[in-house]
């Protein structure tokens, strides 16, 4: 990791044609860009080069040199092989820290590269507890993991909405399966019977069979622990069936595509989780979603406030150690604390994030509304 | 060998003697060019190592026997599984490799035999919708065994499996040979990748002109006339799906440890699919189109990784589409013009021991 | 009682789905013995076309009635589909005919990560609402037992477009010609039969049914994606196998049995047995299924009957 400052800003010369006294600091970015949830691998990347792009236009200089951020994006296809080879793309690639990965089953492999290499990383999204428990020391993540959000929802559930008998789905991905045992583990805390546990899985459309059988157990609420692109067609079928319970899930179907997919079937009845505080009540976090808007003419889907929280995370640690070399910035990271636009971004000593909120959503006026 | 030295462009009919010390140069250097490019490389050569002994084990039974087979990623699954169980603190057990190894590629073959089994009367499409069900029932077994009792830890995957140790020397470490020089772990792990793949290539040349090749071959061609000529189909099938599990079952063991992690995400179809078309678009039936298919296939979207963005760049002055679309738009333009253009694969199966020309479809050719 | 009615009205429901793709699997198969991997991808772009048909006309004539609009949808898509099953086939499944066995089912492979990328560089990563001009709202025929007419359309269209085929390949002259290059081109060709132009007729139709299949899928569930067609292409390539593929009533047969199956499999795997298996096996019961039947017939349940094949 001693290559040189000048190697590196040789090279990005050739291709962006900066000013040759410009510091180039490269920033990896990976999530899946193909695929079945590649419109939210492409959120992330796009919230993590709004930070840089905003960063480098704020003008940020390092060791008395002007920095421009440079975001380097890699597809891991959500796959785990192809994870650790961008993986091994990006170390040698120089870069100088890394936004990613998407999903907890790439960043987990991959994690063990970027240690080996030496780069630190904060995954926006991955919430699988192992993550941060492996030990090694430049692994973050600026998301509450599924233990936090678990035990939140599954409270959430008994007290605030009544439930006696709930019915847990979950898609049998690392985050849908993590999510739904630590709420199915928090409800039963809670008091709360488990009337039915009942499987998906991340490709399907079809859920009429088993939320028939979930009918029959008449739950008061159904929880869904999975992405968006089920939990909409999830919704309109809850609706076709005559299923009255009331829909809660996790981050992942708390976006604006939920509310899009579930069409006229979404009502107040459903309810979601985001980790951190609404968008509206941080600094900086009020117009985020105009400029996202703005520049990249898409919509906000669900991890791209974190991504851009890690990179800021980066960019604030380096300007604190005014070095971009991760030795250098790396305790700076630890210690790290400002305010984001998920709420306020600093590390526990596993690399967790420290406040771990959790925000309530509840279905309202065509738009999710924090409770 | 002899096949991969014919393949050799120019030199290999003309001196196949110095083609075949060409080879023997290139694989021995390959990490060193690969470094030239960065470490990645040497990851994906690595890699490639993997994909061709998968290839090679499903040459055998898709190329030698005939027996279409889309799950074969089953027995991958099963190898990186048996090391994850019996070297990982999952169990809390951490059995040495070369205990393992052995172990995860009978697994493997016991599957093999377990699918060869019910599906001995099956025949083309309907073998091949079966084994693929077979895949998918692995998979999905991996994926939801964590419940009632936790087996495979289901989605959340196995991590922090043991490394290879060979004699107490740990793959996974660099290896310091003085205080300055030190050998990187990818390189390690490529050169047992490679012995594994050469053992693999010698062991399936011998088998290729056995008694038990012989009969693959004639079963593949004609099944009703092998049998006539007292060929046992029946075990002749059973061999080659066990011993082509081996392979995999093998290959899943060296993954599992190289990776240290596995999860079923890693064993989707769409891998089963890929080494199918590694074998086809190399050249079904023959070792050398096993093994430059898997080479080619491995490399290729790497590679496009690296030129999407320049290519566009000299061609449009800007970048029109993100380099992961172009990278998937040309990895299946090359897919179909590749078989449009040579359907028989990149390296066409030889005479005497391979048939392809009797391959051709139809009732109506027959 | 009534959860056992609604788990097999799940099950026809989705199985006529299945069905609806596999007519589609089937016919192509069974004329040239091709397994058209590509066949769910047809599908997809059917859906999205209409789609943005649609959306086209709900800007253009805002109070134009839905039955008006599904059908210019169609008129649309249908076209689009067919055309892209012509050029599939001109350009590359006919060049492939005589080549080895394999080399088609990889060209195939290949079409799908085509028709994938392409249609995600028009339409986008994002999932899409498909506007459900079809009511969704759930009636009771009996109490407790919830159906949408929508779910009614698919089991309808489904069954008329099975009897269509059934009609064209048996009763009209160009069946005669399927019939007869499905059973041997060469001979056909010697009887003047233009099995070229047989086999890309074979293919356009399959693109149509695609296409008709997508927009029912489409409404159905209400969403629409670049990568929509892959799985209810496999399972409907399953549901092929099992009635017996390149027959047309296995086709349907097999896509009903599997979608009863699937559906009263995850709604009573877990009773069955004791609650160890539970309904993330659903995909298995119905692989177990399939072997099964494979095992003892092993052309599928109605076998390939020549003499009906398409």
């Known amino acids: ?371 | 060998m002899n096949e991969l030295v014919a393949a050799v462009p120019w030199l290999g009919k003309r001196n196949p003697m110095a083609a075949r010390w060409l080879l023997i140069i290139l694989a021995i250097a390959a990490p060193f060019i690969a470094m030239q490019f960065g470490r990645s490389w040497v990851r994906i050569l690595d890699f490639a190592l993997l994909y061709m002994m998968l290839a090679l084990g499903l040459n055998l039974v898709v190329g030698f026997a005939g027996l279409l087979d889309l799950g074969y990623i089953a027995f991958y699954a099963v190898g990186a599984y048996t090391f994850a169980f019996l070297a990982s603190p999952h169990f809390g057990i951490h059995l040495p490799f070369w205990m393992v190894l052995p172990l995860g590629a009978a697994f493997a073959a016991v599957a093999g035999i377990m699918l060869g089994f019910p599906v001995l009367r099956l025949r083309g499409d309907y073998l091949a919708i079966v084994t693929l069900g077979f895949g998918e029932i692995i998979r999905i077994f991996m994926l939801n065994l964590n419940y009632p009792v936790n087996i495979t830890n289901g989605p959340q995957g196995i991590n922090m499996i043991d490394p290879i140790v060979l004699f107490g020397w740990d793959l996974s470490r660099n290896l310091q040979v003085t205080e300055e020089i030190s050998i990187h772990s990818l390189y390690l792990y490529y050169y047992l990748f490679l012995a594994c793949v050469i053992g693999s290539i010698i062991f399936i040349q011998r088998l290729q002109i056995s008694r038990v090749g012989r009969a693959w071959a004639a079963m593949r061609d004609d099944e009703l006339a092998a049998k006539a000529i007292g060929i046992n189909t029946r075990n002749m099938k059973l061999l080659a799906f066990s011993l082509g599990a081996t392979f995999g079952g093998v290959a899943g063991c060296l993954f599992g440890a190289f990776q240290g992690f596995v999860s079923p995400e890693s064993f989707s179809l769409m891998e089963s699919i890929a080494v199918l078309t590694m074998v086809v678009f190399g050249g079904m039936g023959n070792i050398a189109g096993a093994i430059v298919g898997a080479f080619v296939l491995a490399l290729l979207p790497e590679i496009l990784r690296d030129v999407a963005i320049p290519l566009q760049q000299t061609l449009f002055g800007k970048v029109i589409l993100d380099p992961e679309v172009l990278r998937m738009l040309l990895l299946s333009l090359a897919m179909i013009l590749m078989m449009l253009l040579r359907p028989a694969g990149l390296i066409p199966a030889r005479a005497r021991y391979a048939h392809p020309e009797n391959l051709h479809r139809g009732g109506a050719a027959k | ?310």
């Open chain 3, 1 to 310: 009682m009534e959860t056992l009615i609604q788990q097999i009205l799940n099950g026809l429901v989705i199985g006529s789905v299945y069905a609806l793709i596999a007519l589609g699997y089937t016919m192509v198969y069974g004329i040239l013995g091709l397994i058209n991997f590509a066949h769910g991808d047809v599908l997809m772009v059917g859906a999205l076309t209409a789609l943005q048909t649609m959306l086209f006309l709900m800007g253009f004539a805002p109070g134009m009635s839905p039955v008006v609009m599904l059908t210019i949808a169609l008129a649309v898509a249908i076209p689009v589909c067919m055309m892209i099953g012509f050029t599939m086939e001109r350009l590359a499944y006919r060049r492939l005919r005589n080549a080895p066995r394999l080399a088609p089912l990889i060209t195939a492979i290949g079409m799908s990560f085509l028709l994938q990328t392409v249609a995600m560089i028009i339409w986008g990563r994002n999932y899409h609402t498909f506007p459900q001009l079809i009511s969704t709202t759930p009636m009771q025929p009996i109490e407790g037992v919830f159906v949408t007419p929508v779910q009614l359309t698919i089991i309808g269209v489904s069954a008329l477009i099975m009897i269509g085929l059934m009609l064209l390949v048996n009763k009209t002259r160009i069946g005669r010609a399927m019939r007869a290059t499905a059973e041997n081109h060469r001979v056909a060709s010697l009887m003047g039969v233009d099995t070229n132009a047989v086999i890309a007729f074979t293919f356009v139709i399959g693109a149509a049914l695609a296409a008709v299949a997508g927009v029912m899928f489409a409404s159905n569930y209400g969403i629409a994606h670049y990568g929509m067609g892959f799985m209810p292409g496999l399972k409907a390539f399953t549901a092929a196998v099992l009635g017996g593929i390149g027959n047309l009533g296995g086709a349907m047969l097999g896509g009903i049995t599997l979608g009863l199956v699937e559906s009263l499999g995850a709604g009573y795997i877990e009773h069955l047995t004791f609650g160890f298996l539970n309904s993330s096996y659903q995909d298995i019961f119905a692989f177990i299924i399939l072997g099964l039947v494979l095992i003892f017939k092993p052309t599928g349940l109605l076998g390939e009957r020549v003499s009906d094949r398409a």
């Open chain 1, 1 to 371: 990791m001693k290559k040189t400052v000048v190697a590196l800003a040789v090279m990005g010369f050739g291709i962006t044609g900066v000013y040759a006294q410009d510091m180039v600091v490269k920033i990896g970015n990976v999530a899946p860009l193909t695929g079945t949830i590649s419109h939210l691998g492409k959120d992330n990347e796009n919230g993590a080069r709004l930070a840089i792009e905003e960063a480098n236009a704020r003008g940020v200089t390092l060791g008395g040199k002007k920095v421009k951020f440079e975001l380097i994006g890699e597809d891991d296809q959500a796959d785990p092989r192809t994870g650790t080879t961008v993986a091994q793309r990006l170390v040698d690639a120089g870069v100088k820290a890394v936004v990613g990965h998407l999903n907890s089953g790439t960043t987990i492999p991959a994690s063990r590269i970027y240690d080996q290499g030496g780069v630190p990383m904060i995954s926006p999204s991955a919430t699988n507890p192992k993550l941060t428990q492996q030990g090694y020391k430049g692994v973050f993540r600026t998301i509450a993991n599924d233990v936090q959000q678990g035990s939140v929802l599954g409270k959430f559930m008994v007290s605030e909405l009544g439930a006696k008998k709930i019915a847990i789905i979950d898609d049998r991905t690392a985050y849908g399966q993590g999510l739904a045992d630590e709420t199915d583990k928090a409800a039963k805390a809670s008091g709360a019977q488990i009337v039915a546990r009942e499987f998906t899985n991340d490709k399907a459309t079809d859920f009429n069979a088993i939320l028939t059988k979930i009918r029959a157990a008449n739950p008061d609420v159904i929880f869904f622990g999975g992405m968006d692109a089920q939990a909409g067609p999830m919704m309109r079928q809850v609706k076709q069936l005559g299923i009255t319970a009331k829909f809660v899930t996790g981050d992942g179907g708390c976006s604006p595509e939920m509310i899009k997919l579930a069409g006229d079937a979404i009502s107040s009845n459903v309810y979601c989780s985001m980790a951190g505080v609404p968008l509206d009540k941080m600094p900086g976090g009020v117009d985020f979603r105009e400029r996202y808007k703005k520049r990249f003419n898409a919509d906000v889907q669900i991890y791209s406030p974190y991504a851009f929280d890690a990179a800021n995370a980066f960019i604030t640690a380096m300007q604190k150690a005014d070095s971009a070399e991760p030795a250098k910035y790396l305790p700076e990271l630890k210690k790290v604390n400002f305010p984001g636009v998920t709420g306020t971004v600093a590390f526990d000593d596993k690399g967790d994030i420290k406040e771990g909120a959790v925000t309530l959503y509840q279905f309202k006026n065509g738009d999710w509304a924090a409770m």
